[in-house]
Structures are given as C-alpha cells and as structure tokens.
C-alpha cells in the first residue's frame, strides 16, 4: 500500500473579475511507505495549495487522493488520523502555554489523557524545547514558534509527516537540526513529505522528488534518475586562456563551457585533444537540481 | 464523547478559565445593578401572582446563561480566525459536527460556572426564593447554554471580525433579549406583542428556566420545551452544515 497516492488533481481559485488561477493542474504523484519525499517549486507553484488538499483542509475540485488506502476526501477523519501536517504558516495561540498546547493538540488526535505527558516529555527534548515548556507560546521566538509547528505535529508519532516549507526563515543552526529531526523520524519509520526552496536540503535527504510549476508536474522520479538524465547531457570544462577557437556545439556558462554530448568517451577525448594543455578540468557533470530546477522552469 | 472531542472542549473549558475573573465577573456585576434598580423600583410588587424581584431575577440567571453560551464560542473562532489557529480544528481529525458540539458543550460549561458562582453571590438578596422545579430547571439551563452555544458557533464560523460581531450583538441578540419577557411578563404587553412575543425563541427559554424556579410561567411550559428542542434541532443541522463548509475550503 502507498502511504500517499494523489492522482489527476486539480484544483482552481477564483479571483477578482471571474479569473481563475489553476493553481493544481492534474498533479499525480505517489509515495511508498517509510520514504521521504520532496516537492519542489517556485514561489506560486502551487506546492501549499497541494499540501492543504492532502491535510483534509481544502477539496480538490476533481482528483482522488489516498493516505495509507484511506480516502481523504470521502473517510477525511480516517485520513487525517495517519497524519501530522506543520503549515507553512507560523501561528501561535495566544493563551495557552507550550505544554498545554501540545497537551491538548495530542488530546485531538486522540492520545489518551494519561500517555500524554511521556510524549510531550520527548517531544519536547527532540525539539530542544524542554526550558520553555511553560512559557506562553507567544512569547517564544520565531524559530521556537517554528520548532513549537514541529512539535505539534510529531507528539503523538503520526505515521505520515508533512511539512510546508520547515525551513523558511530558519538559521542554519537549526535547520540543520531540522533535518536531521526529520531523518531521525524517518528511520522510525515516519514516511515524510516536504516542501522547500533550498534544493540541496531536497538533494541530500530524499530519494524521490516532484519538481512543480504552474500547478503542473514537470518532473517526477528517483533525485539519482533525474540527475542522471540531464548529466549525460554535457562534458563541462574550464580554460586557463579564454580566448580561443572553440569546437562546434560548445557553449559558455560562467567560467565554465558545455559540450552537448552525443557519445560520452568520443567527446571527452575530442575536447581533451582540441585544448590540450589550455584544459584546467573537465568533467562529466552530474548536474546539480539546481540547474535542472532552473532549466525546467525557465522553459 | 470520544478523547478526540473531549480534548477540544477541555481545550475550550481551559481557554475561558484563563480569564475566569472576566468570565464572572461582568455578568455579577450587571446582574446585581439591575437586581439593585429592580428591587427599589418594584420593592413588594407582585407580578400576576409572582414576586417582581423573584421573577426578574430568574430572567436573569436565564438572560446570563444565553450571553455567556452565545459569547464563548463566537469570540473563540472569531479571534481563532484571525489569528490563524483556526488551522488546528481543521486539522484535527474530529467530524465538523462534533467540532461544533466540542464547543457549544464548552459554551454551556461557561455559562454554568456563571450562573453558580453568581448565583451563590446574589441569591441572598432575593427574599424567599426557592428552586420549584429542580429538574425542569436544571434541563432548561443546559438546553438553553447548547443551544446558544450552537447559534454561538454558527455566528463564530460565519463572521469574519468583531465589528460584525457587535452588529449581530446589537441588532440581533438585544432585541430578542429585551422582547424575551425577562423583565416583564407577557400579560402586561398590549396586543399584539404579548402574541408575538411567543415568536420569540428566546422567550420559551427563559419562561421554561423561570418556571423551573418560581413555578411562574406566562405560556404553556410543554410549549417551551418543545420550541427549545426543535430550535435546537435546526440549529444543529445549520451549524453542522456551516461548520463542514468552513472547516473545508
Ligand atoms: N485561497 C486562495 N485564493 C486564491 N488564490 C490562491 C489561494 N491560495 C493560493 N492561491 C493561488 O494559487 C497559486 C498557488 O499558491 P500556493 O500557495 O499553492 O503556492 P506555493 O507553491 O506554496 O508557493 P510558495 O513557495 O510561495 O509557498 C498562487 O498563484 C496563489 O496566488
Ligand atoms: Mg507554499
């Protein structure tokens, strides 16, 4: 069974003057049990209002959606059981402090009374938020309130966490600690589903990935797949002395050149010959997501 | 009640004894200056048959249950709304109807602790009062605090700020509270608004609550229950209907 299965999505907004933003264009995507898997998409992608879909918050105007072969749409507080969403908005209560928060956040998804202090105990320590457990939450600081999301979420040990952007407006310090909190919940057996802007943290901790914009899938598949795919494209090269002839196809990008490549071993050993000792390095470059990122979106 | 409902009304209990003080405090203190006004104004007048400070009194107790019930809810998902934490009972997995439950139970648990604790503050100045009808009072003060909570609810779900929500206050509430017969009794209005008074819901709520107490009633007690329940019943479909259309975008 897939922990997440969306398929054929779609979901528009009205604005003003009866305009409509498709703000979800048939998206599909699955993911298997116990992974973590990453969305990726400019500002306005459309990766919240897809997020607000899966969490039972919003209804999709068509698509059908499962969590753990449960239903989000007709069996929502079946679904809404599996799962811990941390919003990408930050908000806070105003009366009531971290303790009772999380105390009666537990309590609404049904953590009995008397198990609910062990777990705000741990969940306070994953958190490193043990001396403010009886601050008010309003008092705390952009980066606890943030953490206090977390928190919220993961008490009661959901099966499948979602966060909206976790690291926006986050030092590095902590979020760094953010992932490797999400890490660690993945290996007890958390399967995870995140979005972000900052490409590497997608590169370094998830397998599998969604590259969205417009509303639209525009790539989707194993990070290893897509990097492979647009890595065979070019043999990337630097030159001590700039101003030379440069072999057919070659094209500047920075300080770097590009060679398209038709037959790997054939091209690398042409571009060696035709620079000979005017070669700094050359490679074969697997391309980072950030390129790929940027080359499909610019499309 | 699951402990998935039980959190978010113990959540809403938690929230109003924050501001406990608040909570009784206003209600005791307008209570006890209409009790001054009413008491030297009507010292030893009888209403049909009923002591005029007794039954004021009880339109009173009734009069601060419908407030508090009303109130509670409305002022936690306005403010909820605005401040974005609305997001936490939208998450949650509890059924938009016993979200609404959740609260209107908290509203009546509000207006319970206000009436008792005023009540044990006030009662001594009402001379031979005696609670009548124990259960038929103690019924009419929990279906009244459900059911206000209820139309709390509606009204919290509805709207969007407190500018609204003193316009409801003002051209809704304060009228149905003043043509509820809570400081006169019917049979002293001219035709036609004795008769339609008994249009007014909230009249058969405090007619039910003071006849529970002083066994004084100005229509038929059975009619009142009746009319209590049904209104309820609409109240509870409209606030399920609204609370799974705002809960879900
Ligand atoms: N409630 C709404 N009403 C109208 N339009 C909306 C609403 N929510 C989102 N949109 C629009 O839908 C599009 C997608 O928004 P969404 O918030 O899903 O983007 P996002 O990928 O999460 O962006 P970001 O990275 O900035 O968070 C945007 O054009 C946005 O303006
Ligand atoms: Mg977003």
């Known amino acids: 069974m897939k922990a997440l299965d969306v398929s054929d999505v779609t979901k528009t907004f009205k ?83 971290v303790q009772e928060i999380l105390h009666y956040n537990a309590g609404m998804y049904g953590v009995p009374f008397g198990e609910r202090a062990k777990l705000i105990t741990q969940v306070l320590s994953d958190l490193e938020l043990e001396d403010k457990r009886n601050e008010r939450a309003r008092n705390l600081s952009g980066g606890m309130k943030r953490r206090l999301m977390i928190a919220k979420a993961i008490v009661r040990r959901p099966r499948f966490l979602i966060l909206d952007e976790p690291t926006s407006g986050v030092d590095v310090a902590l979020r760094q600690k953010t992932w490797e909190l999400v890490r660690r919940m993945n290996k007890e057996g958390m399967t995870i589903l995140f979005t972000t802007h900052y490409i590497e943290e997608a590169e370094r901790l998830c397998e599998e990935i969604s590259l969205i914009n417009h509303g639209r899938v525009i790539k989707e598949g194993r990070v290893s797949d897509i990097q492979r795919e647009f890595s065979e494209n070019v043999v990337a090269f630097e030159l001590f002395d700039l101003n030379v002839a440069h072999l057919a196809g070659v094209a500047a990008d920075g300080k770097e050149f590009h060679l398209p490549i038709t037959e790997l071993d054939k091209d690398m050993s042409s571009v060696i010959r035709h620079y000979g000792s005017n070669l700094k390095s050359i490679k074969n470059e697997a391309a980072s997501l950030e390129q790929i990122f940027l080359k499909l979106t610019s499309q | 009640m699951t402990t998935y409902m039980w959190a978010l009304f113990a959540r809403e209990v938690k929230r109003f004894q924050k501001i406990w003080f608040d909570t009784v405090a206003t209600p005791i203190v307008s209570t006890v200056l209409y009790l001054a006004i009413f008491s030297v104004v009507a010292a030893g007048r009888t209403v049909a048959g009923a002591d005029y400070t007794a039954f004021v009194y009880t339109g009173l107790l009734g009069m601060m249950m419908v407030n508090s019930s009303f109130s509670n809810p409305a002022f936690a998902l306005i403010l909820s709304k605005n401040v974005g934490t609305i997001v ?73 700020n407190f500018e609204s929500f003193t316009l409801v206050m003002t051209f809704i509430m304060q009228p149905m509270i003043f043509l509820a017969g809570i400081f006169y009794p019917l049979s002293s209005l001219p035709a036609p608004w004795d008769y339609l008074s008994l249009f007014n819901p909230l009249h058969h709520n405090i007619n039910l609550i003071r006849y529970g107490m002083i066994g004084y009633a100005d229509a038929s007690p059975l009619l009142s229950f009746a009319v209590m329940l049904s209104i309820s019943a609409i109240l509870f479909i409209v606030m399920n209907r609204i609370a799974v259309r705002s809960l879900k975008q």
Do not use: C
């Open chain 2, 88 to 160: 936490d009972i939208q998450l949650a997995p509890i059924a938009p109807w016993k979200v609404g439950i959740a609260y209107a139970m908290a509203a009546f648990t509000r207006g319970l602790f206000t009436v008792v604790i005023a009540a044990l503050i006030t009662i001594w100045f009402i001379p031979g009062i005696a609670l009548m009808h124990v259960l038929v009072f103690v019924a009419a003060m929990f279906i009244t605090g459900l059911e206000f909570g209820m139309l709390g609810v509606i009204i919290g779900l509805l709207i969007k």
């Open chain 1, 15 to 97: 604005v003003k003057q009866g305009s409509r933003i498709i703000a979800n264009d048939k998206i599909s995507l699955k993911i298997d049990e116990g992974k973590i898997y990453g969305l990726l998409g400019p500002n306005g992608a459309g990766k919240s209002t897809l997020i607000n879909i899966i969490s039972g918050i919003m209804l999709p105007d068509h698509g059908t959606l499962t969590v753990f072969g449960k239903n989000i749409v007709t069996q929502t507080v079946e679904a809404k059981k599996m799962m811990g969403v941390v919003p990408q908005e930050i908000v806070t209560e105003l009366a009531f402090t």
